[in-house]
């Protein structure tokens, strides 16, 4: 059973900087695609940024371009998130999630998140201005 334990969420005044980390156990797969998703409070959930593992392949949100880097570690199965210069709108519950079935994806569909099959709980960030 794949688990994804997200971590480094907080507060932060905007323009500043905050690095998620999501580890991820049970995986037993060689080329499977990991992402980061968040949800502001009355909104839909958002793709923010997207990595397939195994070939090394990233996909970002538009609104989060030139800003945010997503990274993952194969040795300690773990997926990054560094976030910089981060604005107000930024603010949004953040989840890890593992999409383990669906062999190949365009960036729309994977920031899209209905396939991914495993979820974190979310680690909460909060930018001020």
């Known amino acids: 059973e794949v688990q994804l334990v997200e971590s480094g969420g907080g507060s932060v005044q905007a323009g500043g900087s905050l690095r998620l980390s999501c580890a991820a156990s049970?995986?037993?797969?060689?080329?499977?695609?990991m992402a980061w998703f968040r949800q502001a409070p009355g909104k839909e959930r958002e793709g923010v940024a997207v990595?397939?593992?195994?070939?090394?392949?990233?996909y970002y949100a538009d609104s989060v371009k030139g800003r945010f880097t997503i990274s993952h570690d194969n040795a300690k199965n773990m997926l990054y998130l560094q976030m910089d210069s981060l604005k107000p709108e930024d603010t949004a519950m953040y989840s890890c999630?593992?999409?383990?079935?669906?062999?190949?994806?365009?960036?729309?569909?994977?920031?899209?998140?209905?396939?991914?099959?495993?979820w974190g709980q979310g680690t909460q960030v909060t930018v001020s201005s």
């Open positions: 999630a593992a999409d383990t079935l669906t062999p190949i994806m365009t960036a729309v569909q994977a920031l899209g998140g209905k396939t991914f099959n495993y």
């Open positions: 049970g995986v037993t797969y060689s080329s499977y695609y």
């Open positions: 990595f397939y593992v195994g070939g090394d392949r990233t």
